[in-house]
């Protein structure tokens, strides 16, 4: 005669199953989360990892720019700015590797007047969006100013900045061309993210000119020029590119076009262990200096760490790359 299960031992063994499905319930949200960093981890490596082969080998192939500048811009520990023919089209590229949310900005305006002695302004407003490290206008004229009493003053804000063509035979009666160029650091002005700039001609300037615009009496470029930071994308190490425009070449600033090799490197580059960039000279010794270092650079140290959550195991994958600049060692010979 077979027994059946008591009350009693039909109630522990719901238990134990209550118990038991409750902890592999509990345990398999645990293991997708596990599986779910684990995975993110590896594509984040894996990402970073690409987009540092094809650094390499853009970095190692670095010549003279097309509009003759040399092959090294800006050598710095979390910034790299070269040029290189990127995609093979013989033309040739500027570059820039950066971490965070650096980034390098350009945008231009004009103004005319048409009258004896007169005056034009242009505004940039909301042209930052992070933090704001520097700021440059670069400024210049075409009008009537081949004579000694004839200039145009720049001012930011009410600010004197300086004179264009102050000097008897620094600018010419109507070229058709830019002329008179001069670049003022306007880095207090900038930092409300809004600046007025004025130019004001003197009383002898004219209304003689017809290059662009019909009988005016100056024309005047407006190139600001800024450095910025975005806090929040610090983490970010991002590619730039800006394709040469015209004949000759000239490289836009607003026109480069950046993306994300990596959301997820951890180098701060406040801490001398933690740079993104070495540089050393053709000798093997490192460059410290940061003018020398554009100068001198012939081989380069690549360091990137990479965590998707830094404060979780596992700990830093790090990914360390030598590349040497081959058209530089050409030359050094």
Not at 39 to 47: G, R
Request: proline share 4%; hydrophobic share 35%; net charge negative.
């Amino acid at each position: 005669m077979s027994k059946g299960f008591t009350l009693i031992e039909t109630l522990i063994a719901i238990a134990i199953f209550g118990l038991l499905a409750g902890a592999l319930f509990g345990l398999i949200p645990a293991l997708y989360k596990i599986n779910s960093y684990a995975w993110n981890q590896a594509y984040a490596i894996n990402e970073a990892r690409r987009g540092v082969k094809v650094m390499i080998r853009e970095i190692r192939e670095a010549r003279t720019g097309g509009d003759g500048s040399y092959p090294i811009e800006k050598a710095e520990d979390g910034e790299f700015i070269f040029f290189s023919d990127i995609n093979s089209d013989d033309k040739v590229e500027r570059v820039r590797y950066f971490l965070g949310g650096i980034s390098d900005r350009e945008e231009t305006k004009e103004c005319v007047t048409y009258v004896n002695g007169g005056a034009c302004s242009v505004f940039f407003s909301d042209f930052y969006e992070g933090t704001l490290e520097q700021a440059q206008i670069q400024v210049s004229v075409e009008g009537d100013f081949g004579w000694i009493k004839e200039y145009s003053d720049i001012s930011v804000d009410g600010f004197d900045l300086g004179r264009l063509c102050r000097d008897n035979g620094e600018c010419n009666d109507c070229p058709g061309f830019w002329q008179g160029t001069a670049s003022f650091d306007i880095t207090n002005q900038a930092q409300d993210n809004f600046l007025q700039l004025t130019a004001n001609s003197s009383g002898h300037v004219g209304h003689y000119c017809n290059w662009q615009e019909p009988s005016h009496s100056m024309k005047v470029r407006f190139i600001l020029s800024w450095t910025e930071t975005a806090s929040s994308q610090e983490t970010e190490f991002k590619k730039g590119v800006i394709e040469p425009v015209g004949n000759p070449p000239v490289y836009p600033k607003d026109q480069e076009k950046i993306t994300t090799l990596s959301r997820y490197v951890q180098n701060n580059i406040d801490s001398p262990q933690k740079y993104v960039f070495k540089y050393f000279d053709i000798n093997g010794n490192e460059i410290i200096e940061y003018p020398a270092r554009a100068e001198e650079t012939h081989l380069m140290q690549l360091f990137l760490i990479i965590n998707i959550e830094p404060n979780r195991d596992p700990e830093d994958y790090t990914l360390e790359s030598k590349v040497q600049l081959r058209n530089l060692k050409l030359e050094a010979q």
